[in-house]
Each structure stands twice: as C-alpha cells, then as structure tokens.
C-alpha cells in the first residue's frame, strides 16, 4: 500500500507538493469507522433501550416497532441534508460545511444521550428522539465530502476491488467498537443500572470520535492537492437538475445495484437482535458476544471481498454474492432455535458484499457529475435498501413468521441481480 502512486500525480509539479492515496486511506478509515460506531450506537439502542425508555407503555414487541418507526427519519432526512450543505458549502467553504454538520451530528448524538425517559417527559420523549434523528441524519448528509469516491476514482487500475474494500472497513470495524461497549454494559451492569444511566455513555463517546474525525478531515481539505483535485471536478459539485437531466437513469442503477449489500446489513445485525430480545431469556450479553465475533468475521471477509474483486471482476463477484444471499435468506428460520449458523454466516456474506458495495457506482456517471451522482445514488441505496430493514422484518416476523422476514432480504439479492442484468442490456444496446 505504501508503494501506491499519488493520486495527483498527472497535475503535480515542483511547487505543488504530491498527495499520497496512504494519506486519504488512513482519513477515509477513520472517518467511516466515527460514522459506523455512532450508527450501530443508535441501532442497538433502538432494541435494547428506547422500547423500555421511551414506549414502556407498549408491550415490548409493539414498543421495539415504535422504536424502529423512528430508526429511518435519519436516513430520509440524508439526500435532503446534501443538497443543502452544497449550498452552504458556497458560503462557507468545504471545510466550514464539514464542520457544520459534524457539530449538528455530534450535538445530536450528545442530546440523543441526555434523552428524558418517558417517565419523566412523557410523548415529549419520543417527539425529542425523533429530532435529534433527524439531526444525525442531517449531519451525516451535510458530512459527504467524497472522499470515499475520491479513493476508489483513483487506485491504481488492477486494484481498484482493493482500494474499494478499504472504506467499507469502517462498517465492520464501527461495528465491533460499540458492539464490544454493549457488551461490556449489558454484561457488567445490573439491568437496572444499564437501563437508568448505563446506555447513554456509548452516545457521549460517539462524540468524542467525531473530533478525531473532525479534526483528520480537515487537515486533508486543507492540502494543496485537494483543491488542484476539486479543480478537475473530482470532489467538485454539479448543478443537482442538470446532473439528473443527464444521469436520471445511472442514478437509478447505482441507487439498487448494491441494494442486497445495504439489505443484509440490518438483517444480520439489528433484527437477529431485536428477535433474541423479545423471544429469548438467555442474557443479551451472550448474543452481544455472538455479534461481536461475526464482526470480526465481517472484517476478514471484507479484505477477501478486494482480493476476489480483483482477480474476477465486480459484476461477477456482486452477482455471486448476491445469489448467495438470495440463498442466505432461507436460513433466517434458524435463529428460533440456534443464530450462531446465521449470524457467522450471515456476517461473512455481509463483508463479501459490502466491501464492493459503493465500488460499482461511480463509474456510471461523467467525471463532472460524479461527486453529485454518487452521493444521491448512495443516499437513496441506503433508503430503499436499510432504512426501513428492522421495521419491516421484524413486523413481518411478528405477524407471519421469520419465513416472510427472510423474503424482504431476498428481495434485495433478486433487485440487485435485476439491476446488473439491466445494466449488461444498456451496455450491449449502447455497444450494437
């Protein structure tokens, strides 16, 4: 990795200083891994705190819907939160609207941990939680900032599938971080303790990681060859309208190519946990470990995501692992009565596909209007493919059976297998 060309190298000369792809790689993980931790805080939170914190006067089953009712408000509030912050981003400057949306996602996050109970606040509780949602979702869309898209435009050409991986680390990497702090919790604290006070110190953390993450951000915008590479449109917005006038139908492509990647990612972290807590007696901490040792599996099938990418392509490798997930979704049956084949499973799928899951969007798009289209692309992959997961699996198993919530994830597999053959049709037509 160290011996990776710059980046910049076509447009650096003597007085302007070279900009190295180890630079952005170490940014971009610590990046995604702040964005990863607080995500999967607020997720696990959703199952095992506000049920009981903010809807305790529901039935359990009933209170954990309320919760996950709530869990999209991020994600519809993100394409929204984009194009505003480009707009300021006019006024203010790149790093100003970086800065900006991290101190309304860390402000958020830190008020999402000061919550009054239901107790205490009554309907007000839930009002407040769906706020400050909406305000981390605000903050993350306001935070894009390409540099993700920057890294997989630039790696050297035989390994793009590697350099595409390594942002994707941050999802499993995040999720080992506050999985282990649950854990830690749920395992050493009295029920009651962690209910009272305990839960709320993983959402103070989060905000002492967003100024590591801050700060590593800004020192990189500030570098003379980030502006030489805004300059050539690399991190360089495009008008919204005129980059879908052209782009409407790759914009539709890359928002449901990766769609299996974003569905199996709930699937296998927030639902298998939200129906071990309502179906199960055994101590939570005992599935928090289970979790943890399928993020570890998660990291390792990651890495092998780049190097199999590499070597056979990434339409073969997303199609592979897309049927294998199809096949996957059958399994979701057995979490009734043993989760650890589908959870470990589970979790090694996710790394195979989420690894490449952002790797095939931006090269649907012009060099001019790819920072914009790949944001909104990945926005709306992660609205159609995660937002609504826990809600609408969990309200399937309720009412029908773990069967039917095992469809919704082959549902995704089939959308996304449907997507790449759509894609091969296009280019096959554009080529005749």
């Known amino acids: 990795m160290t011996e990776a060309p710059s980046i910049a190298a076509s447009r650096t000369t ?3 200083p070279e900009f190295e792809l180890d630079e952005l790689v170490i940014t971009v993980i610590m990046a995604r891994v702040t964005d990863y ?3 999967f805080v607020y997720a696990f939170a959703s199952v095992l705190v506000f049920p009981r914190v903010i809807f305790p006067n529901f039935d359990p089953a009933t209170g954990m819907l309320l919760s996950f009712l709530i869990f999209p408000a991020a994600f519809l509030a993100r394409p929204f939160a984009s194009q505003a912050f480009k707009l300021l981003e006019k006024r203010i400057g790149r790093s100003g609207k970086i800065s900006v949306a991290l101190l309304v996602l860390g402000g958020s996050t830190i008020a999402i941990g000061l919550l009054p109970s239901y107790e205490t606040a009554g309907v007000l509780a839930a009002w407040l939680l769906l706020v400050f949602r909406i305000g981390q979702g605000i903050g993350l869309g306001g935070s894009w900032d390409g540099m993700t898209l920057l890294l997989q435009t630039n790696a050297p ?3 793009k599938g590697w350099y595409a991986m390594i942002p994707q680390l941050g999802a499993p990497i995040g999720l080992c971080v506050a999985t282990a702090i649950f854990y830690v919790l749920t395992g050493f604290l009295t029920d009651e303790e962690f209910i009272n006070w305990g839960w709320r110190w993983p959402f103070f953390a989060v905000l002492a990681v967003n100024v590591v993450s801050l700060f590593a951000r800004l020192q990189l915008i500030h570098s003379e060859a980030h502006e030489i590479l805004k300059e050539e449109y690399q991190l360089k917005s495009s008008p919204f309208f005129e980059m879908l006038s052209v782009h409407w139908k790759d914009v539709l492509l890359a928002t449901f190519l990766p769609l299996a990647s974003y569905a199996i990612l709930h699937m296998v972290t927030v639902f298998p946990l939200a129906y071990e807590t309502l179906n199960s007696d055994a101590p939570i901490s005992d599935f928090m470990l289970l979790l943890l040792i399928g993020g570890v599996v998660s990291i390792l099938s990651v890495v092998v995501s780049g190097l199999l990418t590499d070597r056979f392509g990434r339409r073969p490798m997303l199609a592979t692992v897309s049927i294998l997930i199809g096949g996957f979704s059958f399994l979701v049956t057995s979490l009734a009565e043993n989760p650890m084949p589908y ?3 589970g979790y090694a799928l996710l790394g195979l596909s989420y690894g490449q899951a952002s790797s095939i969007l931006p090269n649907r798009f012009e060099q001019k ?8 692309a ?9 937002a609504f997961a826990p809600l609408v699996a969990l309200g399937l198993s309720l009412e029908f059976g773990l069967a039917f919530a095992g469809g919704y994830l082959l549902s995704g597999a089939v959308v996304t297998l449907l997507a790449l053959a759509l894609l091969k049709y296009r280019e096959a037509r554009l080529a005749a």
């Open 37 to 39: 931790f607080g995500f």
């Open 14 to 16: 003597a007085d302007k």
């Open 369 to 376: 209007y790819r920072y914009t289209g790949a944001a909104l």
């Open 157 to 159: 050409e035989k390994r």
């Open 378 to 386: 990945t926005n709306l992959s992660w609205i159609f493919g995660a």
């Open 343 to 345: 959870v470990l499973i």
